[in-house]
């Protein structure tokens, strides 16, 4: 795999392994309440996340797609629903950074930061990090995902040396395509702006091995989380067993993992609204707007946000089955 296709398999990874993912919360709710029968749900899954990174990423090499909204106006047949879906991507996006910006103050307000100075703080982090654009957001994600990807391994590796017993429920298939549906569009986001970095064959390459990594991930949470279901945190509850004292550790690799949803969802919200002009000042502002959310509270922004990401996820999914299959009836014609 060459350097760019290894960029951009991270940079795929960071979009979906946020604040949720990282909690173990979201694996809990849609493969660990499935019990045994959540190891489909997570195969159906990792199939999903290389099938969909290796679309995206096709759709946005062979066409000329620089931003989301390009990569719309590409799956997504009519002016209106493009429109549409443009809309609520913004609202989205903008949200996004408020939610983040609220999980980056919570976590450092138990590292003895006052909630509002911890948002300020993460971030004025954040805009650091992306005071390059597109080539600061893809080297911090170089950086941040494979540290976060060895604390999660490690921490679920060692739980699963003593597993708990778990129950087994129906609809793994459903759950699994739903929560794909619900943590794609973030990953449009995100590597609709890659095209420089792209060629045939890393497309293939960057897709199959991010969807396969963040499998990965899915498999071992799965194993490490069952036992611990009823916690609001489950892997902060693990690093708490395990750890003990040195539980700060996962909170800080917790922190990596918001901060490279944080970047994608800044980096994309300001990359459609500079259209290639005035990035860094759509950069501030954005990370002002965020902060104003932030100040509503975690809980609460989640409540909203989540709907709202449902709905467009849905959307891209469709939209993508949508050229996936036109593709390929063109060439059998």
């Given at each position: 795999m060459?350097?760019?296709?290894?960029?951009?398999?991270m940079t795929?990874c960071g979009?979906v392994?946020?604040a949720?993912?990282?909690?173990?919360r979201?694996?809990?709710?849609?493969f660990?309440?499935?019990g045994?029968?959540?190891?489909?749900?997570?195969?159906?899954?990792?199939?999903?996340?290389?099938?969909?990174?290796?679309?995206?990423?096709d759709?946005?090499h062979?066409?000329p797609?620089?931003?989301?909204?390009?990569?719309?106006?590409v799956?997504l047949p009519?002016?209106?629903?493009?429109?549409?879906?443009?809309l609520?991507?913004?609202?989205?996006?903008?949200?996004?950074?408020?939610?983040?910006?609220?999980?980056?103050g919570?976590?450092?307000?138990g590292?003895g930061?006052?909630?509002?100075?911890?948002?300020a703080?993460?971030?004025?982090?954040c805009?650091l990090?992306?005071?390059r654009g597109?080539?600061g957001?893809?080297?911090?994600?170089?950086w941040?995902?494979?540290?976060?990807?060895?604390?999660?391994?490690?921490l679920c590796l060692?739980?699963?040396?003593?597993p708990?017993?778990a129950g087994?429920?129906?609809?793994p298939l459903?759950?699994?395509?739903l929560?794909v549906?619900?943590?794609?569009?973030?990953?449009?986001?995100?590597?609709?702006?890659l095209?420089?970095?792209?060629d045939?064959?890393?497309?293939?390459w960057?897709?199959?091995?991010?969807g396969?990594?963040?499998?990965?991930?899915?498999?071992?949470?799965?194993?490490?989380?069952?036992?611990?279901?009823?916690?609001d945190?489950?892997?902060?509850?693990?690093?708490?067993?395990?750890l003990?004292?040195?539980?700060?550790?996962?909170a800080?690799?917790?922190?990596?993992?918001?901060?490279?949803?944080?970047?994608?969802n800044?980096?994309?919200f300001?990359?459609?609204v500079?259209?290639?002009?005035?990035?860094?000042?759509?950069?501030?502002?954005t990370?002002i707007g965020?902060?104003?959310l932030a100040?509503?509270?975690?809980?609460?922004?989640v409540?909203?946000l989540?709907?709202?990401?449902?709905?467009?996820?849905?959307?891209l999914?469709?939209?993508?089955?949508?050229?996936?299959?036109?593709?390929?009836?063109?060439?059998?014609?």
């Open positions: 060459s350097k760019n296709s290894f960029a951009v398999a795929y979009a392994i946020g949720g993912f990282a909690t173990g979201e694996v809990v709710d849609f660990t309440a499935y045994l029968g959540g190891l489909i749900g997570v195969v159906i899954a990792a199939a999903m996340f290389s099938w969909i990174g290796v679309v995206i990423l759709v946005t062979s066409n797609v620089y931003s989301y909204i390009d990569l719309l106006a799956v009519g002016k209106m629903l493009i429109r549409l879906a443009d609520m991507f913004m609202g989205t996006l903008l949200t996004g950074v408020g939610v983040m910006a609220a999980a980056g919570t976590v450092l307000k590292w930061l006052p909630y509002m100075v911890g948002c703080v993460f971030l004025a982090c805009l990090l992306l005071r597109g080539t957001f893809v080297r911090a994600n170089c941040l995902v494979p540290a976060l990807v060895i604390a999660i391994v490690v060692v739980q699963i040396s003593t708990a017993s087994f429920m129906d609809s459903s759950s699994a395509l929560y549906s619900f943590n794609i569009a973030i990953a449009g986001v995100a590597l609709s702006t095209k420089s970095r792209l045939k064959p890393g497309v293939i960057s897709g199959i091995c991010g396969l990594l963040i499998g990965l991930l899915l498999l071992v949470i799965y194993g490490a989380t069952r036992g611990v279901e009823n916690y945190i489950p892997l902060l509850r693990l690093a708490e067993i395990w003990g004292k040195w539980q700060w550790i996962y800080f690799a917790l922190l990596a993992a918001v901060f490279t949803t944080a970047l994608a800044l980096h994309g300001a990359s459609r500079a259209g290639g002009k005035k990035y860094w000042p759509c950069l501030i502002g990370a965020g902060f104003i100040q509503r509270g975690f809980a609460s922004l409540a909203f989540y709907p709202l990401l449902g709905l467009c996820n849905i959307v999914l469709a939209g993508l089955c949508y050229y996936s299959l036109s593709k390929l009836f063109m060439k059998r014609r």
